[in-house]
Structure formats: C-alpha cells, structure tokens
C-alpha cells in the first residue's frame, strides 16, 4: 500500500512558477514510476509527465514539455514537479500518482493516487 499526499499548489500570476511535491509512504519508493496528473474544471484528468523508479527516463505531455522538470528524490520518498512560465490554462487539480508498471501511469491507470492540490494561475 502507498499513500501520496501532495502539496505546494496556490494561486500565482502567468509566468511565474510553482513547485509541486508529492510525499509517499512505503519503503519501496524506488520500485514505483511516478506520475504527475491534471483535472481542469469540466474536463477529465489528464496525463503531464512521468518519471521512472531510477529517476533516469521522463516522459512529457508536448503543452508542458520545456515549461515543466519532473525529478524525484528517493531518499526522502518525493516527487516533485517545477513548473515554470505558468499559462492560465495550466490551472487544474494537480494529482500525483504512482505504480510499479511504468506503462499504467502514462495510461492513467495507475495503482495510486494522491487526494490534489490545485493550482490556479491568473492572467
């Protein structure tokens, strides 16, 4: 069982950053891929990006590509998502997930979810 508890959402003006970090328990941090998500109101949650258990291999949604890093710290059981150059259409819940199988988190299937932390960005 893996419990994600994310935090560091707000409300900032377009162009400025966040950082977004997800805590998870369990002591095989490392075995997971994990991945960051976003629900736009009205809309279904949708995949961003992904990094594997090692750190080694991203993967990113092409809108965020360039404006979002991904980077994980095993040692402390965190992933975290920078995100730089804000958009008002990056405004979304924001959910972190995580699951050993590196292709159900790029499908959104993923074992786990944390409860979202939303971040609204103003024009």
């Known amino acids: 069982q893996v419990q994600l508890v994310e935090s560091g959402g707000g409300l900032v003006q377009a162009g400025n950053s966040l950082r977004l970090s997800c805590a998870a328990s369990g002591r095989t941090f490392s075995s997971y891929t994990m991945g960051w998500f976003r629900q736009a109101p009205g809309k279904e949650r949708k995949f961003v990006v992904a990094?594997?258990?090692?750190?080694?291999?991203?993967s990113y949604v092409d809108s965020v590509r360039g404006r979002f890093t991904i980077s994980r710290d095993n040692a402390k059981n965190t992933v975290y998502l920078q995100m730089n150059s804000l958009k008002p259409e990056d405004t979304a819940v924001y959910y972190c997930a995580a699951d050993v199988r590196p292709t159900r988190v790029i499908t959104g299937t993923c074992a786990y979810w944390g409860q979202g932390t939303q971040v609204t960005v103003s024009s």
């Open positions: 990094i594997s258990g090692n750190g080694a291999t991203t």
